[in-house]
Each structure stands twice: as structure tokens, then as C-alpha cells.
């Protein structure tokens, strides 16, 4: 139905930046909305921002607003996380998520991406 794959995790600094990306890819027409979350051990998943294809409706996470900025490209189906000043808290498996409606829950997005792990260093 809806594929994601998400990339560009990796290592870094505190105070440095890195821009993940969502690859979608079948139905997407069905999945209006776009969302980044992340999830550390022993937590549950967090809401950081969506997006929806259709309109330019960007919203952030209060703990991220300032920082991160979702952003797409419906061309290319992609979806994009740019992250800077980034703190050593703001380690975690960052996934993509799809979903029908406007949503920071993330039983309510449909379709999900195996994440990548965001790892900052102090």
C-alpha cells in the first residue's frame, strides 16, 4: 500500500546538524499526512513534526520547534527531516510514518519505516 524507507542517521556532535530522509513510494495518495517521530529504549514512540502532501500545513514538537523542519517534495515523494543544534537528548531510531489524518498519536498513522538511529555525541 504505502512503503517508507527512511535514511541519512548517523553520528554526530553536539551542536551539528543532519537531514534525514523519507522515501515513499505505492498508494500514497491515500496517506495525506507525514510524519517524523522518534522512540529511545524503554520509552514510547515521541511525535517530532508532520506535513501533508496536499497543503503546506508543517507542524513541530514543542521540544524540537526552532530546530528541526519537516519539509517535502511531492515530486519525489519524499519527505525530509532537517535537524540542527542537535542535542545529545535528541538521540533515538527517528522513524517516517504515513497516515489519513492529522495526527501527533502514532496508532493513528497507517503505515510506518524500519527508522534510523540518530546518535549525538557530547
Known amino acids: 500500500q504505502v512503503q517508507l524507507v527512511e535514511s541519512g542517521g548517523g553520528l554526530v556532535q553536539a551542536g551539528g546538524s543532519l537531514r534525514l530522509s523519507c522515501a515513499a513510494s505505492g498508494r500514497t495518495f491515500s496517506s495525506a499526512f507525514m510524519g517524523w517521530f522518534r522512540q529511545v529504549p524503554g520509552k514510547e514512540r515521541e511525535f517530532v513534526a508532520r506535513i501533508n502532501w496536499s497543503g503546506f500545513w508543517p507542524y513541530h514538537a514543542d521540544s524540537v520547534k526552532g530546530r528541526f523542519t519537516i519539509s517535502r517534495d511531492n515530486a519525489k515523494k519524499m519527505v525530509y527531516l532537517q535537524m540542527n543544534s542537535l542535542k545529545p537528548e535528541d538521540t533515538a531510531v527517528y522513524f517516517c510514518?504515513?497516515?489519513?489524518?492529522?495526527?501527533?498519536?502514532?496508532?493513528?498513522?497507517?503505515?510506518w519505516g524500519q527508522g534510523t538511529q540518530v546518535t549525538v555525541s557530547s
Open positions: 510514518a504515513a497516515g489519513s489524518v492529522a495526527t501527533v498519536v502514532p496508532a493513528q498513522y497507517d503505515f
